[in-house]
């Protein structure tokens, strides 16, 4: 399965940005983008190995289509490669409706990985009150899996949390990301196959995330798995894991944002289950979720 993730936002609020982040920090990852313009992605000279009409081709693993032929048929494009990307990222326009295009990852050999909207920190609130293009805003940031602040250095630091607790409230517990020019480990936006060697980047951008991982040479009962699901808070943004499941098979567990997944897939880990959560700093516990692991993650 091909993973698929909207990235969505009002004019201006930095999505651009974003691409340009995944970009030049994919580590191998069979990524394809389909963009709207090809002339905003300021793309390294030296990263591209070809470049078509319609298509450049980069060293990193990165493919990008420009929709200038269609949706349909860019999306057909990208699905038919050898090999096929492991992952389609889809940048809306400023004003598109990002739910409708999030239908999609239901399709033929695609998944729904999630929906992220970039929101202006400077103008989000005052454009989701304008008579013009609050609908259009607030439409957005409903849809939203995860939202990225953006901008925050142009924010006070007495207003940054005033305006995350707004969406948060606006959105009805969505998580939220402040950050400058999108710079976020893209361990926590995208949906790769699961691996607790997943760490995040010696160097973090203006604010400090915790990561925790849990090991366990037991299997698991489906109804365990989603017990322990259940207990998690908001101070989960990123989540991956791979569960021998009680019985035969695999259960795989992507969670971004407050969108949560568990996969039953064919296979054996031997009785072994392995995952990695990746949240604030300040509100991710170890402790607290290990007692939950071993509340909830029994051996059977």
Known sequence: MIDYTVLGGYLGAGKTTLLNHILRNN??????????????INIDTQ?????????INLANGCVCCSLSDGFFE??????NLDPPPTHIIVEASGV??????????????MRLAAVIVVADAETVREK??????????RRQLAAADLI????????????RPVLEAWLTQETGGTPVISAVRCEVPLSMLLATEPSVRTRLPEH???????SWSFTAERSVTKEDLEAFLRSLGPEIIRAKGLFARTGGGVLELQLVGRRKELIERDG??????????????EQLDPEHLDALAGTHLRSH
């Not at 409706?97 to 050999?109: A, T």
């Not at 990225?148 to 207003?159: A, G, P, Y």
Request: with cysteine; net charge negative; proline share 0%.
């Open 148 to 159: 990225i602040l953006n901008k925050v250095d142009l924010c006070s630091d007495e207003r």
């Open 27 to 40: 580590d191998g990852h069979r990524i394809a983008l389909l963009v709207n313009d090809f002339g905003d």
């Open 74 to 79: 860019a999306l057909d494009t990208l699905q």
């Open 96 to 109: 598109a409706n990002v739910g409708n295009l999030s239908q999609y990852g239901y399709g033929r050999e």
């Open 204 to 210: 973090q951008h203006h604010e400090a995330f915790r």
């Open 47 to 55: 990263l591209i190995q070809s470049r078509g009409e319609n298509q």
């Open 128 to 137: 989701a009150h304008d008579k013009y293009v609050a609908q259009t805003v």
């Open 268 to 281: 054996n880990r031997r009785g072994s289950c392995e995952m990695v959560a990746i949240g604030r700093a």
